[in-house]
């Protein structure tokens, strides 16, 4: 059977000016991720700034990126999900002491990552999909996109894929609701949104 693997990784996080801020950030919002999201094996830091987990399916995973990435602004992330076997027993409790062809995919990602400095990238070592040869070069345009995003283009992102509406957003960051559409528009985030549903729906084809 196979699983969704993320590692995550902050970048350059040496160079701010509040490492104890950014690391109490990052847990917080792990925390928060693990507490709202069904997870195999919860969102865990593991060595220096990494951290990984274990998901039941892609369905919202980019929302779940793009919370951390909103949490740890303007410090940045980049993200490898990994598709495959995982060959130890799942840890319920800690994305720890776990490994297989899931894992080595996600290192894989984050290693060419760390190249071409994008924020996302998608391995399959065992049966790559189909549509592989769209989904990351579509991925490192999202990555392009979002890399230019502020906190606040980030935040309406991230509640509209919550469902929130443009009134309520606009209320909430205490911004007009012209506001809200000339970020959705500038960001293209309508568009990024779609994207990461449809790349989300044919991951999920290989983890049934």
Known sequence: MNHLVVIGDLIQSRRSTNRQLLQTQLKTVLAQINAQVPLLSPYTLTLGDEFQAVLTSADGV???LTTILQAIHPIKARFALGVGEITTPINPTQ??????????????GIDQLKKNGELFALINQQSPLPTQALINPTLDLLSHQIKKWKANRLEIFNRLNSGQDI???AKSLAISDKAVYKNISEGAIETVMDSMTAIEQQMNTQLS
């Open 167 to 169: 009134k309520t957003i």
């Open 95 to 108: 994305a720890l002491a776990m490994d297989g062809p899931a894992f080595y995919g996600a290192r894989e």
């Open 62 to 64: 980019f929302h779940q």
